[in-house]
């Protein structure tokens, strides 16, 4: 069993930045995909970025890309997402998530984080 634990959330105005982080328990996590996901107050849970167990390939949502990376480092066994020129409407909990799948359909993940918050002021 993988645990997941997201850190680096938290307030921030527009235009500004913040870096995610998620930890995984185990040292299988380096062999696993990693999604991040969102969820705005009201809003279905969406695909925000994944990255392959090696982390040579990486995907984005299309309004994501440019403003967001995607990375991971599995001698820490942690992925990072990077947010740059951040906006009122990022504003969700991010969560990440692992699995031997690499997917942007958030149910054929396996383990979850519990979230972290993010709010951007405008």
């Known amino acids: 069993q993988v645990q997941l634990v997201e850190s680096g959330g938290g307030s921030v105005q527009a235009g500004g930045s913040l870096t995610l982080s998620c930890a995984a328990s185990e040292r299988t996590f380096s062999t696993y995909a990693v999604g991040w996901f969102r969820q705005a107050p009201g809003k279905e849970r969406e695909f925000v970025a994944r990255i392959n167990w090696s982390g040579f390939t990486t995907d984005y949502a299309n309004s994501l890309k440019g403003r967001f990376t995607i990375s991971r480092d599995n001698a820490k066994n942690t992925v990072y997402l990077q947010m740059n020129s951040l906006k009122p409407e990022d504003t969700a909990v991010y969560y990440c998530?692992?699995?031997?799948?690499?997917?942007?359909?958030?149910?054929?993940?396996?383990?979850w984080g519990q979230g972290t918050q993010v709010t951007v002021s405008s």
């Open positions: 998530a692992a699995g031997p799948v690499w997917a942007v359909i958030s149910t054929l993940y396996d383990y």
